[in-house]
């Protein structure tokens, strides 16, 4: 098996010289013949396409994860993922170990399977989107680590509390599944496949295979019920009837007055002309993983 290996340069894991040269070698005592690349992030989905290859594998977080999916999807490359990131939510839902030296391993082994992604405007998510709040905060956060140079979590702190000092609700319309709703909301989430709210996993999917995508709104209308909600969320306490409607569909359109919508994808965000036109692609993205009920997981 011969691979190809991207490590996002402006990574926070690339700052490790020595790093691609341990990758390598892991794979290399695994059997595995791979080559090391450490590409910009903005190039990290034409480095995926270069030919020659039986894998290409991701190291880094869920935005470096999305930007190579974006590149496979569809085909019959399979991708896969080493967790370099902060919270590596898609590896830990595909069931990897949180150590990379061990998910080598698990790529090593050749174990491939197809799972769903979600698709908004053109552009895929292997996690969740949304639109409001999130998308907002994110937006703030990017600039107050380009300002000041900070890293993620405390730019994430101060952009959540500015971002809560503007609290806006949007009036969105919302088309799924035959229906049609008029609302105005703080948030709306969609993940790909079902995420659990409550403990004992929460912000966890136990499937990435099911063909759906979980559609949630927020139900409070002020930035203190939010906040509440939010931490709520942190301790695993969300509960439907209280905190958001929760919808499982195959696709949804999210229309807006405006005349751009900030859209989150697995982190990232770009701005969008509505309307919003969600879907799932079942089985789109072959991955190295291993088998569902192995893992206990997806």
Not at 141 to 157: F, I, N, S, V
Request: overall charge positive; aromatic content about 6%; hydrophobic content about 40%.
């Amino acid at each position: 098996m011969r691979l190809l290996i991207l490590l996002n340069a402006a990574g926070g894991s690339a700052g490790d010289d020595t790093l691609p040269d341990r990758i390598a070698s892991a794979f290399a005592e695994a059997g595995v013949e791979a080559r090391v690349l450490t590409p910009p992030g903005e190039e990290l989905a034409e480095a995926a396409q270069t030919p020659g290859y039986d894998g290409v594998v991701a190291c880094g977080g869920d935005g470096t994860i999305n930007a190579v999916a974006n590149a496979l999807v569809g085909g019959d490359v399979p991708l896969g993922v080493l967790p370099l990131g902060t919270l590596n939510h898609f590896a830990r839902d595909l069931g990897l170990p949180v150590a990379w030296e061990e998910a080598v391993g698990v790529i090593a082994a050749g174990q491939t399977r197809r799972i769903d992604v979600g698709e908004v405007n053109g552009r895929i998510f292997v996690n969740n989107s949304s639109v409001g709040l999130y998308a907002e905060m994110v937006t703030e956060r990017d600039r107050q680590r380009r300002r000041r140079g900070w890293r993620k979590g405390p730019a994430m702190l101060l952009a959540g509390w500015r971002t809560l000092r503007r609290f806006t609700r949007r009036r969105l319309v919302i088309r799924a599944e035959g229906a049609r709703a008029v609302l105005r909301s703080p948030l709306v989430f969609i993940g790909n496949n079902l995420y659990e709210t409550s403990l004992p996993n929460p912000g966890t999917r136990h499937a990435l295979d099911k063909g759906e995508l979980c559609l949630a709104v927020t139900r409070h209308q002020s930035r203190w019920g939010l906040l509440r909600s939010g931490l709520r969320a942190m301790m695993g306490q969300l509960r439907e009837d209280r905190d958001f409607t929760l919808t499982r569909v195959s696709a949804v359109d999210i229309d807006s007055p405006l005349p751009m919508l900030r859209v989150s994808y697995d982190g990232e965000v770009r701005s969008m002309a509505p309307p919003l036109r969600y879907r799932t692609r079942p089985g789109a993205l072959l991955v190295f993983a291993p088998p569902a009920d192995s893992v206990g997981g997806p």
